[in-house]
T-cell receptor, first 121, second 114 residues
Framework: EAGVAQSPRYKIIEKRQSVAFWCNPI?????LYWYQQILGQGPKLLIQ????????DSQLPKDRFSAERLKGVDSTLKIQPAKLEDSAVYLC???????????????????FGDGTRLSIL | GNSVTQMEGPVTLSEEAFLTINCTYT??????LFWYVQYPGEGLQLLLK?????DKGSNKGFEATYRKETTSFHLEKGSVQVSDSAVYFC?????????????FGSGTRLQVQP
């Protein structure tokens, strides 16, 4: 099966500019996540979608970050305006998100894309 | 809250050496535990997982046992190869009214020398 697709792979912008990232999850996966991975750290959740609804956005800096998944398939993450501390790799992940052959949603693995590396000048 | 603590790296080993990467966790509720691996220039890949106490996850010669009494999930491999050089992340997931995002440790870089 095709994996999680993300674009672009790299993006360089100046501070205060805006930027958008795109993610297409694995076909049929209901749950989609955006993570931020700062250099030398583990990924941290920004937002979780179940189909086209937001399940958890408690750690999303809503004054500058926004995300949507309008049709419950692909998703975009936007930063406006960008700050220097937003330099990071932005990872998208997806999981099946529903009971499947006895495997509960809580135990299903998340599949990650290759990420978008964002550099702020 | 939930947190994961991993041993700091880098860990440098010679080929065929024994590997242990320590991981301990704190969690509200009953977590599932995971090890992910990130090869240079690539995204995170699931290496192995365990969903209940005393479960052993294994894959590609790597093993980790879910130890509830010590809240640990240490990663081991009997004989490492140069191709195992990567960053390894321990993570947990707790089901909480639909929230099941992963909480990651900070990662441990493994360098295997020929």
């Amino acid at each position: 099966e095709a994996g999680v697709a993300q674009s672009p792979r790299y993006k360089i912008i100046e501070k205060r500019q805006s930027v958008a990232f795109w993610c297409n999850p694995i076909s049929g996966h209901a749950t989609l996540y955006w993570y931020q991975q700062i250099l030398g750290q583990g990924p941290k959740l920004l937002i979780q979608f179940q189909n086209n609804g937001v399940v958890d956005d408690s750690q999303l800096p809503k004054d500058r970050f926004s995300a949507e998944r309008l049709k419950g398939v692909d998703s975009t993450l936007k930063i406006q305006p960008a700050k220097l501390e937003d330099s990071a790799v932005y990872l998208c992940a997806s999981s099946l998100g529903r009971l499947d052959r006895g495997l509960r949603a809580s135990n299903q693995p998340q599949h990650f894309g290759d990420g978008t590396r964002l550099s702020i000048l | 809250g939930n947190s994961v603590t991993q041993m700091e790296g880098p860990v440098t080993l010679s080929e065929e050496a024994f590997l242990t990467i320590n991981c301990t966790y704190t969690a509200t509720g009953y977590p599932s535990l995971f090890w992910y691996v990130q090869y240079p220039g690539e995204g995170l890949q699931l290496l192995l997982k365990a969903t209940k106490a005393d479960d052993k996850g294994s894959n590609k010669g790597f093993e980790a046992t879910y130890r509830k009494e010590t809240t640990s999930f240490h990663l081991e491999k009997g004989s490492v190869q140069v191709s195992d050089s990567a960053v390894y992340f321990c993570a947990l997931s707790v089901w909480d009214t639909g929230r099941r995002a992963l909480t990651f440790g900070s990662g441990t870089r493994l360098q295997v020398q020929p």
